[in-house]
């Protein structure tokens, strides 16, 4: 399909890890990025990993890349209160330039 | 702070009425990105620039809307006889063509209420 896929939803305990998956389309995707959006503000980058990598690690983030799945995930380790937000996978469409597809987004709520 | 600033930040606007939103870009970036974000939704592309041409617009892009970016630095949005369904964040983002990822930097957004 033209989607990208992601889950809704994802309620984790402070301290706990949590883990985002996303769902891509594009297997000629050059980048894939994660995106954090805090309630009525813009779109922070967190990460992205170049698409010949199966792993990048950035502090408390990991990305896991599949590219045989076309799967691609985000785990926030020891995830804080202030992590709660919705976060975004995109896929790049090169099209003489990388167009962002995002998807629906996960909502992360982090209870203490 | 040299990120990405979009102004104003909300508007509201009756049915019908012209609205203009502006977008400046990190320094020396010669590309430019608007999107879409309606409630619930990711961000949707809308159009692109490389410096002052604009290369490619989407078909969500209806002849009221139109975009500029007369010297290749900051860029305007604007949106003709407004219809409740152009409510939504308008996102702009811009990247350097030079780094190898060509990342995009998203702004704050500008909200749009129509009335």
């Known amino acids: 399909g033209e989607d990208v896929e992601q889950s809704l939803f994802l309620s984790v305990r402070e301290g706990d890890s949590s883990v985002i998956n996303c769902t891509y389309t594009d297997s000629s995707s050059t980048y894939l990025y994660w995106y954090k959006q805090e309630p009525g503000a813009g779109l922070q980058l967190l990460t992205y990993?170049?698409?010949?990598?199966d792993m990048k690690q950035d502090q408390r983030l990991t990305v896991l890349l599949n590219k045989k799945d076309k799967h691609l995930s985000l785990r926030i380790a020891d995830t804080q209160t202030g992590d709660s937000a919705i976060y975004f996978c995109a896929e790049t469409r090169n099209t003489g330039f990388q167009k962002l597809v995002f998807g629906t987004g996960t909502r992360l709520l982090v209870s203490p | 702070d040299t990120g990405v600033s979009q102004d104003p930040r909300h508007k509201i606007t009756k049915r019908g009425q012209n609205v203009t939103f502006r977008c400046d870009p990190i320094?020396?970036?010669?590309?430019l990105y608007w999107y879409r974000q309606t409630l619930g939704q990711g961000p949707e592309f809308l159009t692109y620039f490389q410096n002052e041409a604009q290369l490619e617009k989407s078909r969500l892009l209806s002849d009221r809307f139109s975009a500029e970016r007369p010297k290749g630095s900051f860029s305007t949005l604007e949106i003709q006889r407004t219809e409740q369904g152009d409510s939504a964040m308008y996102l702009c983002?811009?990247?350097?063509?030079?780094?190898?990822?060509?990342?995009?930097?998203f702004g704050p957004g500008t909200r749009l209420t129509v009335l």
């Open positions: 990993i170049f698409s010949n990598m």
């Open positions: 983002a811009s990247s350097s063509q030079g780094e190898g990822t060509d990342t995009q930097y």
């Open positions: 320094s020396e970036h010669n590309r």
